[in-house]
Structures are given as C-alpha cells and as structure tokens.
T-cell receptor
C-alpha cells in the first residue's frame, strides 16, 4: 500500500548549518507531496508542497523537489536558525479518498 | 481570519466518562479529519468526513465517535470504551476538488489526559 518513510530523528544541528531531512514515498499514480512543520504544543502548519514531478516547493528558506525517478521529496535548508527547531512531517496525497499518508515525523533541534 | 478552532486546549477525563472535543472551521471546507498524535508515532487517522451528514472510520476508530451535522463543525467524542485516551488530538480540514492535491489545515490541538 501507499506509504511515506522519513529519516529518523532527532536531528541536532548548530545554527547556520545545512539541513536535509529525507523523505521517500510509495504510491500509485501521481500524488501531491507535502511538508508540514509542528512547533511545540501546536498543530501542524503546511510548510511547502509540490503537485507534479520536478516541481520544487519552497517557503521560509526551505525547499523540496518532487523526484519521481527516486520517489523522494527531501527537505533542505541552507542555513538553519534556532527558530526552525520543530518536528517536520512528510505526507503524500496518495490514494483516491482524500486522505493523507503521513511519515512519522523528524524532530529537529538547532543550537545557537 | 479564517481558520480552525479546537476547544478546549486541555481536557481531563475521569474513568468511565465520555468527553467531547470541539472542532469548528470557517474556511468553508468540505472535508474534515480527526487525528491522534502520540510521541514517536506520528499522526493516526481516527475519523474523516468529506461532506455533511457523512463520515468514515479511519485507522483507529474504536472507542471514538463523531458527527457531522453542519459543514463547520466536526466534534469528536472519546468514549469510555477507549482505554488509552491520553494523547494530543488534532482536527484538520481541506477543500474538495482534485482528490490528491489539497493540503490539510490544522487546529492547535486538544491535549486529553486521564484523571
């Protein structure tokens, strides 16, 4: 069945370091791909999305490119800040019933 | 501002008691969802509804019930049959339209604990 696999955390980085959080998916068809962010004690916020192969989603310095050949949607940021500390979730809109398939989340801690 | 409002933010349940979590949205979204979040387990879908007066079980519906009498509202009842209800509960909504392309918008969650 459809699934999303994220790299396990926690990920700990120093401020201004480069961030990559890996996400791969299995799905039939051509699903949309999403990254969400969850700050402590809050709900999830959509960070970026891509709807077709080779699309690049970007927001707040984060980027992810929809790679159909590798079924991946890795999240990257060139220079992280302490305020980026949060849990990041990858999700796909696979399936024909408007449900999202979620990864387990990757916790990021950025130290000053 | 449009958005999703969940209440209360914190809720305590006594043994054998049913409790209801509120979720209201003013985004004019057709679809609404309830998730449960436990540490290290990501999001698990409890129930979802794509249209008023209709809803479907998600992956972990046992011990929960919902109603969808109005487009704006999708309350979740945690019944006494749910033996491990302590968790963070998230409500979400999305538009209709292209089935696989719509992101979900989330409320700020309700944290439920057992007394």
């Amino acid at each position: 069945g459809d699934s999303v696999t994220q790299m396990e955390g926690p990920v700990t980085l120093s401020e201004e370091a480069f961030l990559t959080i890996n996400c791969t998916y299995t799905a039939t068809g051509y699903p949309s791909l999403f990254w969400y962010v969850q700050y402590p004690g809050e709900g999830l916020q959509l960070l970026l999305k891509a709807t077709k192969a080779d699309d690049k989603g970007s927001n707040k310095g984060f980027e992810a490119t929809y790679r159909k050949e590798t079924t991946s949607f890795h999240l990257e940021k060139g220079s992280v800040q302490v305020s980026d500390s949060a849990v990041y979730f990858c999700a796909t809109g696979a399936g024909n019933n408007r449900k999202l398939i979620w990864g387990l989340g990757t916790s990021l801690a950025v130290n000053p | 501002d449009g958005g999703i409002t969940q209440s209360p933010k914190y809720l305590f349940r006594k043994e054998g008691q049913n409790v209801t979590l509120s979720c209201e949205q003013n985004l004019n979204h057709d679809a609404m969802y309830w998730y449960r979040q436990d540490p290290g387990q990501g999001l698990r879908l409890i129930y979802y509804s794509h249209i008023v007066n209709d809803f479907q079980k998600g992956d972990i519906a046992e011990g929960y019930s919902v109603s969808r009498e109005k487009k704006e509202s999708f309350p979740l009842t945690v019944t006494s049959a749910q033996k491990n209800p302590t968790a963070f509960y998230l409500c979400a909504s999305s538009t209709s339209g292209s089935i696989n392309n719509q992101p979900q918008h989330f409320g700020d969650g309700t944290r439920l604990s057992i007394l």
